[in-house]
């Protein structure tokens, strides 16, 4: 494995559970313990198949897994196709890129991922982990939820809430606005079940892209193509519309029918609460495959820091250059952890903007990037954007501030720029350079 050779990975070899255990020693790690490494349990009490955690929780992780200097070299490739493109508007413009004939994938008979049949056991077989005590039950959380839109045949890719009810049964929550949630709806609105099928494991590419919300009518395998520098390699299942990565280590087919829900949850959230429990619809396995070796892949959810965060920042990089092919004036933004990422946002806007706050407020709720952000604040393009002291003092120091004020519904945004042709307050650089010179002759210590 890449990861051992490489002195990221911890294995664990005494026995552990999959209730509360496994993922009370993701959280530790989360927090700081065992040098922060991926983790391998290779002594699953009940199963068979080893857990694979905290894969993706540093940036060299997930440069081993992506390609070296992803993080920069991803958005400037990206940014000089979207302009070559010549497309006006960046979903159009994302689409051209990545659906050239090098990124599509290529169907393998004989696939890996189908090596082994085990849908006598069906889910009965995965190590699925009881993360926190209140938890509804055990979830399945890397997993690449595969489903396609009954008329036009578009394949979704979108990670969701996946729990485990019994041998052959789980519920499948898919957030609402998502594709997922768009081709289950069009499915059930035709009284016919949509059929479904999950891959754990496989490409990194995939499980990056699976949580990602690209443009509607961007593919997320061809996109994982163009990220990769090369097609992927994909199985058909036994629905032929749906395929999977051919290298997944676990791959789950079936159905949801409709007006067939059950109670999910509560579930232990990013916001450190625990969301209610809820009806949700419900997904028939008929098919269990395995991969000879297979290796259980997952991540523990919670209040951060976690797993994802590396994950995160990789996502609002490359989704910032759609943002600015469409809105130049944004000049960069900062999504705090403590915003889970898409809940609240800092954004440095170029002076010469001249927009109106709901114009720009407006503008930024309706690209994928920030479509759910709760909280917006705009800043110049001085401000460090991850300083909560710089922000903080921006804020309570804004011009007119009963007018830097903007709500939509739920949203709301904050103008905390400084008014046109404001002067920054800065020592003279003549006298700075003369006190550095002379500083031994004031007597004073050097400190910072």
């Known amino acids: 494995m890449s990861l051992d050779q490489a002195g990221e990975l911890s294995r664990v070899v005494c026995p552990v559970d999959t209730h509360l255990e496994i993922a009370a020693i993701c959280d530790a790690v989360s927090q700081g313990c065992g040098r922060g490494q991926a983790l391998l349990f290779e002594n699953v009490q009940g199963y068979t198949l080893p857990v694979a955690t905290n894969l993706f929780a540093s940036r060299k ?16 490739k990206l940014r000089t196709d979207l302009v070559a493109s010549g497309a006006k508007e960046s979903s159009l413009a994302l689409r051209r890129v990545v659906s050239c004939r090098e990124n ?4 393998i008979e004989e696939a890996p991922c189908f090596s082994r049949d085990v849908s006598d056991l069906a889910l009965t077989c995965l190590p699925a982990l009881m993360a926190w005590p209140e938890d509804g039950g055990k979830y399945l959380t890397l997993a690449q939820v595969f489903t396609y839109h009954p008329e036009t045949n578009f394949t979704n890719c979108g990670m969701y809430r996946v729990q485990v009810v019994d ?21 059930h609105e035709r009284g016919k079940a949509m059929p479904v099928a999950i891959a754990l494991g496989g490409p990194p590419v995939m499980t990056w892209l699976a949580g990602v919300s690209l443009p509607g009518d961007v593919s ?56 209610p429990a809820a009806p949700a619809p419900v997904l028939r ?36 250059v759609l943002l600015q092919f469409d809105h130049p004036w944004v000049i960069d933004l900062h999504l ?39 909280l917006l604040i705009l800043l110049d393009n001085d401000t460090p954007l991850s300083d909560f002291s710089a922000v903080y003092w921006r804020i309570v120091n804004a011009n007119r501030l009963t007018e ?45």
């Open 61 to 76: 992780r997930i440069e081993l897994a992506l390609g070296d200097n992803v993080f920069t070299t991803l958005p400037a």
């Open 104 to 107: 599509q994938p290529v169907y």
């Open 167 to 187: 041998r052959n049964r789980a519920m499948l929550r898919c957030h609402p606005g998502s594709g997922g949630a768009e081709h289950l709806a069009a499915w």
């Open 220 to 275: 997320e395998i061809d996109f994982a193509g163009y990220v990769a520098g090369h097609p992927l390699a994909m199985a058909r299942c036994r629905d032929k519309h749906l395929a999977v990565p051919a290298t997944a280590e676990i791959v789950l087919e079936g159905h949801v029918w409709p007006d067939e829900k059950l109670t999910e949850g509560p579930f232990a959230n990013h916001t450190g609460r625990y969301e």
């Open 285 to 320: 396995i008929e098919r269990v495959s395995l991969r000879q070796g297979a290796i259980y892949p997952c991540t523990v959810v919670g209040p951060p820091p976690r797993e994802n965060s590396c994950l995160a920042e990789l996502t609002v990089r490359t989704l910032l």
């Open 336 to 374: 705090p952890a403590e915003g889970v990422f898409h809940r609240a946002a800092m954004v440095a806007v170029a002076p010469d903007c001249s927009l109106s706050l709901q114009e720009i407020s407006n503008a930024l709720w309706t690209s994928v990037l920030l479509k759910n952000s709760r």
């Open 404 to 448: 830097a004020y903007y709500a939509d519904t739920h949203r709301v945004v904050i103008d905390a720029r400084s008014l046109a042709g404001a002067r920054r307050v800065e020592p003279d650089e003549d006298i700075v350079q003369k006190i550095t010179a002379r500083w031994q002759e004031y007597g004073l210590s050097k400190t910072n």
